[in-house]
Nanobody, 118 residues
Framework: QVQLVESGGGLGEPGGSLRVSCAASGFVFSDYVMRWYRQPPGKERELVAS????????YYTDAVKGRFTISRDNGKNTVYLQMNSLKSDDTAVYFC???????????WGQGTQVTVSS
Protein backbone atom coordinates (compact mmCIF):
# COMPACT_ATOMS: atom_id res chain seq x y z
CA GLN A 1 0.00 0.00 0.00
CA VAL A 2 1.50 3.28 -1.15
CA GLN A 3 1.53 6.07 1.39
CA LEU A 4 2.89 9.61 1.37
CA VAL A 5 2.41 11.32 4.70
CA GLU A 6 3.22 15.00 5.03
CA SER A 7 3.99 16.65 8.34
CA GLY A 8 5.48 19.83 9.73
CA GLY A 9 3.05 22.40 8.40
CA GLY A 10 1.46 25.02 10.59
CA LEU A 11 1.70 28.71 11.27
CA GLY A 12 4.80 30.68 10.36
CA GLU A 13 5.59 34.35 10.58
CA PRO A 14 6.65 36.54 7.65
CA GLY A 15 10.41 36.26 7.36
CA GLY A 16 10.43 33.09 9.42
CA SER A 17 11.07 29.45 8.57
CA LEU A 18 9.20 26.17 8.46
CA ARG A 19 10.13 22.70 7.30
CA VAL A 20 7.67 20.21 5.90
CA SER A 21 8.47 16.51 5.59
CA CYS A 22 6.98 13.66 3.60
CA ALA A 23 7.46 10.06 4.66
CA ALA A 24 6.97 7.51 1.90
CA SER A 25 6.20 3.81 1.99
CA GLY A 26 4.90 1.08 -0.29
CA PHE A 27 7.20 1.75 -3.25
CA VAL A 28 10.92 1.96 -4.03
CA PHE A 29 11.51 5.52 -2.93
CA SER A 30 14.94 5.83 -4.51
CA ASP A 31 13.47 5.11 -7.97
CA TYR A 32 11.14 8.10 -7.90
CA VAL A 33 11.35 11.82 -8.57
CA MET A 34 9.94 13.57 -5.53
CA ARG A 35 8.04 16.82 -5.81
CA TRP A 36 6.37 19.41 -3.64
CA TYR A 37 3.27 21.14 -4.91
CA ARG A 38 1.14 23.77 -3.24
CA GLN A 39 -2.40 25.03 -3.63
CA PRO A 40 -3.12 28.52 -2.31
CA PRO A 41 -6.70 29.37 -1.30
CA GLY A 42 -8.89 29.71 -4.38
CA LYS A 43 -6.06 28.94 -6.78
CA GLU A 44 -4.80 25.97 -8.76
CA ARG A 45 -2.19 23.55 -7.54
CA GLU A 46 1.34 24.49 -8.65
CA LEU A 47 4.70 22.76 -8.67
CA VAL A 48 7.05 24.28 -6.09
CA ALA A 49 10.14 22.07 -6.22
CA SER A 50 11.34 18.68 -7.38
CA UNK A 51 14.37 16.48 -6.81
CA UNK A 52 15.77 13.55 -8.78
CA UNK A 53 16.17 10.07 -7.28
CA UNK A 54 19.81 10.58 -6.28
CA UNK A 55 19.21 14.05 -4.91
CA UNK A 56 20.60 15.98 -7.85
CA UNK A 57 19.01 18.42 -10.28
CA UNK A 58 16.71 20.23 -7.89
CA TYR A 59 14.09 22.41 -9.56
CA TYR A 60 12.38 25.42 -8.01
CA THR A 61 9.64 27.63 -9.28
CA ASP A 62 10.75 31.24 -9.57
CA ALA A 63 8.63 32.38 -6.64
CA VAL A 64 10.64 30.30 -4.14
CA LYS A 65 14.16 30.33 -5.61
CA GLY A 66 16.73 31.32 -3.02
CA ARG A 67 14.24 30.80 -0.16
CA PHE A 68 13.18 27.13 -0.32
CA THR A 69 15.38 24.04 -0.39
CA ILE A 70 14.22 20.56 -1.32
CA SER A 71 16.20 17.57 -0.08
CA ARG A 72 15.73 13.84 0.36
CA ASP A 73 17.04 11.04 2.52
CA ASN A 74 16.72 7.78 0.61
CA GLY A 75 17.70 5.82 3.71
CA LYS A 76 14.68 7.22 5.54
CA ASN A 77 12.33 7.33 2.51
CA THR A 78 11.68 10.97 3.29
CA VAL A 79 11.69 14.20 1.32
CA TYR A 80 11.88 17.63 2.92
CA LEU A 81 11.09 21.19 1.98
CA GLN A 82 12.91 23.82 4.02
CA MET A 83 11.11 27.14 3.69
CA ASN A 84 12.94 30.29 4.72
CA SER A 85 12.10 33.98 4.43
CA LEU A 86 8.43 33.10 4.42
CA LYS A 87 5.93 35.41 2.75
CA SER A 88 2.16 35.60 3.05
CA ASP A 89 1.97 34.36 -0.55
CA ASP A 90 3.45 31.06 0.65
CA THR A 91 0.20 30.31 2.45
CA ALA A 92 -1.16 27.12 0.88
CA VAL A 93 -1.78 23.45 1.32
CA TYR A 94 1.50 21.72 0.50
CA PHE A 95 1.37 18.33 -1.20
CA CYS A 96 4.07 15.74 -1.60
CA UNK A 97 4.12 13.74 -4.85
CA UNK A 98 6.16 10.87 -6.23
CA UNK A 99 6.60 10.23 -9.94
CA UNK A 100 8.23 7.19 -11.48
CA UNK A 101 11.04 7.75 -13.98
CA UNK A 102 8.91 6.30 -16.78
CA UNK A 103 6.05 8.69 -15.91
CA UNK A 104 3.70 5.72 -15.50
CA UNK A 105 3.00 6.10 -11.80
CA UNK A 106 2.22 9.17 -9.73
CA UNK A 107 1.36 9.16 -6.05
CA TRP A 108 0.08 11.97 -3.85
CA GLY A 109 -0.02 12.73 -0.17
CA GLN A 110 -3.00 14.21 1.62
CA GLY A 111 -1.44 17.64 2.06
CA THR A 112 -0.41 19.79 4.99
CA GLN A 113 -1.52 23.36 5.64
CA VAL A 114 1.09 26.12 5.81
CA THR A 115 -0.12 29.53 6.89
CA VAL A 116 2.14 32.57 6.96
CA SER A 117 0.76 35.37 9.06
CA SER A 118 1.81 37.77 11.77
Amino acid sequence: QVQLVESGGGLGEPGGSLRVSCAASGFVFSDYVMRWYRQPPGKERELVASIAPLGDNPYYTDAVKGRFTISRDNGKNTVYLQMNSLKSDDTAVYFCSARSLDFQRVYWGQGTQVTVSS
